[in-house]
């Protein structure tokens, strides 16, 4: 199984959700730990430090994704010339392959300087993270790690416009190559939805599109609690929720 986080936020995380992921990661112990982007809160030198020390505390291997407050909001020279400078400082690589036991997960950096809110996905991109899935043991899980949704449905308020411009394409590039999921954080909201039967994929699996909420930020959508998701090694999909009286995460059992 792996740990679907997002959204951490850092700069405005609350200890109490980070010390019961902790206890999570330590009593679960999950093959991975995937983050969905929006690491800190505006992208300061201290929120990726205390952010890389929160993930090497859990001791299990991670792979992190840019969201839109990564990259530099008020300091227009870095922003504009090298947004990813601090991300890169503390995690490297802006897009990264993690193999686990059950699961292949490519990350893909979705954020541009000009389209930091909806998103971006180009065409090189399209095509490295189809050689990526070809390259993907046939027996494993095959997931994709973007900040934005690809998918939102069209009551809510958010309609399409934050969905990455060529999103809609990529999706269908790579569900031709065994796609099993997307992981996706940005709205700070949970939900799951299978995009072979919204899109008509033609896959002979489903193709979840997973968004997670924030995982440790104060910065709740609509008073939804904390929470984050659990991809299990059938590629189904549990919610956890932050119980205030608990202060611990628990299943969402309307999701399970
Ligand atoms: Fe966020």
């Given at each position: 199984m792996i740990l679907h986080l997002s959204d951490l936020h850092f700069g405005t995380e609350k200890p109490e959700c980070i010390r019961a992921i902790q206890k999570?990661?330590?009593?679960?112990?999950?093959?991975?730990?995937?983050?969905?982007?929006?690491?800190?809160q505006r992208a300061r030198y201290q929120q990726f430090y205390h952010c890389k020390q929160f993930l090497d505390s859990l001791k299990i291997p991670y792979l992190v994704v840019p969201g839109?407050?990564?990259?530099?909001l008020y300091h227009v020279w870095n922003r504009i010339f090298s947004p990813f400078a601090r991300y890169r400082l503390f995690f490297g690589q802006l897009e990264d392959v993690l193999e686990t036991e059950h699961f292949y997960i490519v990350g893909v950096n979705s954020i541009r300087r000009r389209y930091h809110t909806k998103g971006h996905i180009s065409v090189e991109q399209i095509q490295q993270v189809n050689l990526a899935l070809e390259r993907a043991p046939p027996n494993k899980i095959r997931v994709i790690v973007a900040h934005q949704p690809f998918y939102t449905p069209p009551d809510q308020n958010h309609g399409v416009k934050d969905c990455p411009i060529l999103g809609k394409m990529a999706l269908e590039t790579w569900s031709?190559?065994?796609?099993?999921?997307?992981?996706?954080?940005?709205?700070?909201?949970?939900?799951?939805?299978?995009?072979?039967?919204?899109?008509?994929?033609?896959?002979?699996h489903p193709v979840?599109?997973?968004?997670?909420?924030?995982?440790?930020?104060?910065?709740?959508?609509?008073?939804?609690?904390?929470?984050?998701?659990?991809?299990?090694?059938?590629?189904?999909?549990?919610h956890y929720y932050f119980s205030e009286p608990d202060q611990d995460f628990k299943i969402d059992e309307r999701c399970a």
């Amino acid at each position: 199984m792996i740990l679907h986080l997002s959204d951490l936020h850092f700069g405005t995380e609350k200890p109490e959700c980070i010390r019961a992921i902790q206890k999570f990661c330590l009593d679960h112990q999950p093959e991975a730990v995937i983050v969905s982007g929006d690491l800190t809160q505006r992208a300061r030198y201290q929120q990726f430090y205390h952010c890389k020390q929160f993930l090497d505390s859990l001791k299990i291997p991670y792979l992190v994704v840019p969201g839109n407050h990564d990259i530099p909001l008020y300091h227009v020279w870095n922003r504009i010339f090298s947004p990813f400078a601090r991300y890169r400082l503390f995690f490297g690589q802006l897009e990264d392959v993690l193999e686990t036991e059950h699961f292949y997960i490519v990350g893909v950096n979705s954020i541009r300087r000009r389209y930091h809110t909806k998103g971006h996905i180009s065409v090189e991109q399209i095509q490295q993270v189809n050689l990526a899935l070809e390259r993907a043991p046939p027996n494993k899980i095959r997931v994709i790690v973007a900040h934005q949704p690809f998918y939102t449905p069209p009551d809510q308020n958010h309609g399409v416009k934050d969905c990455p411009i060529l999103g809609k394409m990529a999706l269908e590039t790579w569900s031709k190559n065994g796609l099993n999921a997307l992981l996706h954080g940005h709205l700070h909201q949970s939900a799951v939805y299978d995009l072979n039967q919204v899109y008509q994929l033609d896959s002979p699996h489903p193709v979840l599109e997973i968004h997670a909420g924030t995982a440790t930020s104060y910065r709740l959508h609509h008073g939804l609690p904390n929470g984050f998701n659990v991809l299990l090694n059938d590629v189904d999909v549990q919610h956890y929720y932050f119980s205030e009286p608990d202060q611990d995460f628990k299943i969402d059992e309307r999701c399970a």
